[in-house]
């Protein structure tokens, strides 16, 4: 049997239905996160955020206003990029709150005939999410260590 700290669910055995809702719900956010800002959207992304979300990155934190600011200038600083993600790992804290877990790759598009895509980042990124009182799981903080380049 194999436990975790935050769970008595033995891994591999199917899920209950709650915890695979959520799952999903949780997984769309990261999804539609990074989509956004790919496609140059990336001020919407607040969308997708609680009002008091915060992100960090190493030992720098921005929440409201300087979060949504931060998206609006990523939206206009005229860098495409592209986001892969591995599989997040899932877990449900409570039945409002739960976390995920991905390692995620960040390329920056430029003239492709001459340069290629240009690797920038390999980062791990550590979520948590609350379901809010109208049933809508959002993103309540992010976590962001870099293992390798920058951003």
Do not use: Y
Request: glycine share 8%.
């Amino acid at each position: 049997m194999v436990n975790t700290a935050k769970t008595t669910r033995l891994i591999g055995a199917e899920p209950d239905p709650a915890t695979a809702q959520a799952r999903i719900a949780c997984l769309e956010v990261i999804t539609t996160f990074f989509q956004l800002v790919d496609g140059g959207h990336a001020s919407r992304t607040v969308e997708l955020l609680t009002t008091d979300a915060e992100m960090t990155i190493g030992d720098v934190t921005v929440k409201g206003e300087e979060l949504a600011a931060a998206m609006r200038k990523r939206e206009t600083d005229g860098i495409r990029r592209v986001h892969f993600s591995a599989e997040p790992s899932f877990r449900l804290l409570g039945p409002d709150e739960a976390e995920t877990e991905t390692l995620l790759q960040l390329f920056h598009l430029g003239d492709e005939q001459k340069l290629g895509p240009a690797a920038r980042a390999l980062t791990h990124l550590k979520d948590r999410f609350v379901r809010g009182g109208d049933g809508v799981w959002r993103l309540s903080r992010r976590a962001v260590t870099i293992l390798a380049g920058s951003e």
